[in-house]
């Protein structure tokens, strides 16, 4: 019998996946049907901390290409808070949270900027619709057999 091999980072959906609620006054990014509780990730990112070491990652490499940046916020963002990136195609990383801080930062020329990176083990129970985890998984199982 000629099985095909699974990648190991093959998702598998999980039948108990409790999409994340939009709460009022949750932030939340959007990529198409990929919508993402930001408020949530953010919360389980404080409270587990030991889960989450930001990095230093390099600015020029992020190009805004799905967030309208207000201007006039520009000025008060601080650097307090890492960004977070989303791996959303094997190795290839969303900025998903942190645009201001990020335009902030290539105005200012910087080179670098802490991160926290989430592998989609990790951010697809943020998502907040049940046909976009089932989709989410299609889509990065697909990804991984490309690159195979």
Same mark, same amino acid.
Not at 66 to 77: H, L, M, P, Q, T
Not at 81 to 88: C, D, Q, S, Y
Not at 113 to 129: C, D, G, V
């Given at each position: 019998?000629?099985?095909?091999? *699974?990648?190991? /980072? *093959?998702?598998?959906?999980?039948? %108990?996946? *409790?999409?994340?609620?939009?709460? %009022?006054?949750?932030?939340?990014?959007?990529?198409?049907?990929? %919508?993402?509780?930001? +408020?949530?990730? #953010?919360?389980?990112?404080?409270?587990?901390?030991?889960?989450?070491?930001? @990095?230093?990652?390099?600015?020029? @490499?992020?190009?805004?290409?799905?967030?309208?940046?207000?201007?006039?916020?520009?000025?008060?963002? +601080?650097?307090?808070?890492?960004?977070?990136?989303?791996?959303?195609?094997?190795?290839?990383?969303? #900025?998903?949270?942190?645009?201001? /801080?990020? @335009?902030?930062?290539?105005? #200012?020329? /910087?080179?670098?900027?802490?991160?926290?990176?989430?592998?989609?083990?990790?951010?697809?129970?943020?998502? +907040?619709? /049940?046909?976009?985890? @089932?989709?989410?998984?299609?889509?990065?199982?697909?990804?991984? #057999?490309?690159?195979?």
């Amino acid at each position: 019998m000629n099985r095909k091999k *699974t990648h190991p /980072r *093959t998702l598998i959906p999980d039948p %108990e996946f *409790t999409p994340a609620v939009l709460r %009022e006054g949750d932030e939340y990014y959007a990529n198409g049907i990929f %919508e993402f509780n930001i +408020t949530m990730i #953010l919360e389980y990112i404080r409270s587990n901390p030991d889960q989450f070491k930001p @990095e230093n990652i390099s600015v020029p @490499e992020f190009n805004n290409d799905f967030s309208v940046i207000d201007e006039s916020n520009i000025n008060s963002v +601080t650097f307090s808070e890492p960004v977070i990136l989303a791996e959303i195609a094997p190795e290839r990383f969303n #900025l998903i949270d942190g645009n201001h /801080r990020m @335009e902030k930062a290539k105005k #200012l020329g /910087r080179k670098e900027i802490m991160a926290y990176r989430l592998s989609p083990e990790q951010h697809i129970k943020f998502l +907040t619709s /049940r046909n976009a985890y @089932e989709k989410y998984i299609i889509y990065w199982n697909e990804k991984l #057999l490309e690159s195979q």
